[in-house]
């Protein structure tokens, strides 16, 4: 597919854009889009004082939590889980109506909310290994995306602070790289604080490095699927359940409580 001059910036990378149509091509096209200014000063101060509030709750508890596609020798990177449980302003992402028209665009709809989960890289921190997020479907992969993650930007994402790193165009591959392929060129999808960066699952991507000496960067991840994919998170059991009982018919829907073919409880969906 062609694009113009307008839809690339000078790094080859597409140029960001609060057009859906263009967003949806530039999906097409490189494998992801970056869509600035999503969120106002006051709701991103909030969404940002609520995960920061999160995760220094779960390092005082003692639950600070890593996640096994990090490094080894890396110790700075904090994962906080089961956002919607923790805060209502993490479901308002979730179902933010124009993240959820990228959503459609790529898997349609009904989708399934699997994950909406933060990550937040130290000072130091080092890179995460080159992945899909698709990796559990079995290879050779379906001609279109089965997933498509949307990722928050907390916190300005820099090249310097560990932005996201991917391979533009590598959903072409219809495949999981290879260890040959670690190797690949990646560039940073730096953004401002307040945008949203939407990967296609087939992309090739991983954390970058933070280099700078006395800043986190954080990133609210919501992981979205068809509806023949069992959830990543097991909303069923470690959702609160005030979260389910205030839920709009959409939320419903990502959660998997209202269902279409799958999911019935007695032939009719549970909700």
Same mark, same amino acid.
């Given at each position: 597919m062609e694009t113009s001059a307008a839809d690339r910036s000078d790094t080859g990378r597409p140029a960001p854009t609060r057009d859906p149509a263009r967003a949806a091509r530039d999906i097409a096209t490189f494998g992801f889009c970056i869509v600035p200014g999503v969120l106002a000063a006051d709701r991103l101060a909030r969404? #940002?004082?609520? $995960?920061?509030? /999160?995760?220094?709750?779960?390092?005082s508890r003692g639950r600070e939590q890593k996640f096994r596609l990090d490094h080894a020798h890396d110790d700075t990177n904090q994962r906080v889980w089961n956002l919607l449980s923790r805060d209502p302003v993490f479901g308002d992402l979730a179902e933010h109506?124009? *993240?959820l028209e990228l959503v459609r665009s790529v898997v349609g709809w009904p989708a399934l909310l699997g994950n909406i989960s933060a990550n937040i890289t130290g000072p130091g921190g080092g890179e995460m290994v080159l992945h899909a997020d698709q990796t559990f479907v079995p290879e050779p992969w379906p001609a279109e995306p089965q %997933?498509?993650?949307? *990722?928050?930007c907390i916190d300005d994402f820099t090249d310097e602070n560990g932005a996201t790193r991917i391979v533009p165009g590598s959903h072409r591959q219809h495949r999981k790289? /290879? *260890?040959e392929d670690a190797a690949a060129a990646t560039v940073a999808l730096e953004a401002p604080a307040g945008s949203f960066i939407v990967m296609e699952s087939r992309v090739w991507h991983k954390t970058g490095f933070n280099r700078t000496p006395d800043r #986190?960067?954080? %990133?609210?991840? /919501?992981?979205?699927?068809r509806p023949i994919y069992r959830q990543q998170e097991n909303?069923?059991?470690? $959702?609160n359940p005030s979260v389910r009982q205030f839920a709009s018919d959409t939320m419903l829907v990502l959660l998997g409580y209202r269902a279409e073919g799958l999911g019935l409880v007695n032939g009719k969906s549970p909700a």
């Open positions: 969404v #940002r004082d609520a $995960l920061y509030r /999160a995760a220094d709750e779960d390092r109506p124009l *993240a %997933g498509v993650n949307v *990722a928050w790289p /290879a *260890a #986190r960067r954080a %990133g609210i991840f /919501a992981w979205y699927t909303w069923f059991l470690s $959702l």
